[in-house]
């Protein structure tokens, strides 16, 4: 990478140097479509299934429960969509500060005449299991409840463990979009007891445009995009083996390397938090520890206009992000901030730094500094 301090990890992370060497090789050997039967196409597919079986032990799954997708957003999209018709009608729960692949979706459902609960949240961020509790009692025609593992904005760590136990005491099924927590957080799927899961490889250093949905076996929900039998007619499409087998080794490499990456990032959340404070910043989120993913930090300055702080930010070539979208001469608030404080200035007024292991303590030096100088010339309009 060129000098840009990069601080948007939860955007999407730089490649591993295996996942990328991986890439490359199997673009260039690995040619043969994995359906047919010809030498070459028989050494993808068994590279394929041996992607499969990597990347289910990380989270505890047999390889049989491993669907192969674009990525965290089809992932989500297949988990709502294919269980409400497999479903056909009733009633559908998700947080309020889930992604847009999941909320827009569920906007979606409710066009086709399925009916939404947005979970409230705590001024962290937590979804309390006791409205989850109360809302499966007020549906029992609920057909899943869908509550991420970690929130992308602020960081937050979901207690889908119990969340999960709640939907099956009802009946329920339990969908999780773990694409910010996969190789950072332990995700067993059977200690979780969780029947379908999302995950992205571009968010622990793998290629974009893969990822898979993790399905329990015996769980009965059925594809989103039809045509061809590949992933046993749960996916149709040509696999994209050179993109699988590279999550597969960025997912190695990151397991293998995840405490030490996570304790020094956790180590820099701190160090960063601590400067930004005296700012005055104010901290979104659950204070660093168990509750919040190492890599967040998430802060608000009410009162500025976080589209022109980035703006100044990146001509210092500092990337960071806001908890929000902008777009030309307008702010979105953020829905999760929103969610959790009800305070629009503060939403309006997020910045969102997410951390990687290759972030240093003296960059952080500079953001303080450059962030400083920025701050005394924005003002909101
Ligand atoms: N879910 C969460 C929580 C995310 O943070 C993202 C990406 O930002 C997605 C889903 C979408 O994943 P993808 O970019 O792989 O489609």
Redesign the pocket.
Known sequence: MDNTIYLDH???EPMRESALQTLMEESRTLFGNASASYQSARKAKSVLEKARTTLAACIGASPAGIFFT???????NQALVAAAESAGKGHLVVSSI?????LRTAEYLTRRGFSVTYLPVDEEGFVRVSDLEADLEAHPDTFLVSV?S???EVGTIEPIKELAACAHRHGTLFHT?A??AFGKLDLNVQRLDIDLM?V????IGGP?GT?FLYIRPGVKIGALLRGGMQERGRRAGTEPVPLIASFAAAAEDAFSKREEEQERIRDLQRYLFEKLTPLGALRNGPAPGEGRLANNVSVSFPGIRADLVLAALDLAGIAASAGSACTTGAVNPSHVILAMTGDRERAEGTLRFTLGAENTREELDRVQKTLSGVLQRATCT
């Open positions: 939860a955007a999407t674009s990525g965290g957003t089809e992932g989500d889930e992604h847009e692949a999941v991420m970690a929130n992308n979009d694409v910010q999302s992205s490889a571009h968010k974009k990822g």
